[in-house]
């Protein structure tokens, strides 16, 4: 059998002799990252507002194709599908005490609206409660000061705050979840606002 001879270059002279050797430039890898820089471009940032809480998330395109919290919980079967995602995140106490204050607001009677009152306030905001909302402790104790005399407004404050929290955190991600998803697709319908 033959002994093969192998020749004593090395490594880096390989590498060496490679930087002289012309490769031909790929035209379609040159395209392709140009159309994806304008594409790319073409999804600009805004700063809507300048204030502590936006009053439309950053996240939107020029295009606007993503419906706003607003318009989300104005729809059933969003509102519906939204609810559902946040009870699989463990947050379901947001939407249900957004709905709470809709319907405290409402209320027309003054005996209904101070029966209501407290319901709320032990079911969402009392500390320890059962489904305990997020607020702080300037909002928990300026609502247990109005218990008293509960108007339409003692939960505006705390409502606010929950739909800002909904707005700038569950629902950019309930957009981009496969629950939304379907349900774009089954209603063949898109958003434009």
Not at 2 to 22: A, C, G, H, T
Not at 55 to 64: I, N
Request: proline content about 5%; overall charge positive; hydrophobic content about 35%.
């Amino acid at each position: 059998m033959p002994k093969l001879l192998f020749s004593k270059i090395r490594f880096y002279e390989i590498r060496d002799l490679m930087q002289n050797v012309k490769r031909p430039r790929r035209i379609d890898i040159v395209l392709n990252y140009k159309r994806r820089k304008t594409d790319i471009q073409g999804l600009k940032v805004q700063k809507i507002n300048d204030g502590p809480y936006p009053s439309k998330p950053g996240w939107q395109t020029d295009h606007e194709l993503y419906p706003t919290l607003e318009k989300l919980l104005q729809d059933k079967k969003y509102l519906a599908a939204f609810h559902t995602f946040l009870q699989s995140e463990f947050s379901e106490e947001n939407i249900e005490f957004w709905l709470a204050c809709e319907d405290f607001r409402s209320t027309d009677s003054p005996d209904k609206l101070h029966w209501k009152a407290e319901e709320i306030y032990t079911e969402f905001i009392r500390p320890m409660a059962c489904r305990e909302i997020n607020v702080d402790h300037h909002i928990r104790e300026n609502i247990k000061k109005s218990l008293w005399k509960p108007s339409r407004s003692c939960f505006d404050e705390a409502q606010k705050h929950v739909y800002l929290l909904m707005e700038r955190d569950s629902c950019p991600r309930f957009l981009l979840s496969d629950a939304y998803r379907s349900l774009k697709l089954k209603s063949g319908s898109m958003w434009y606002i």
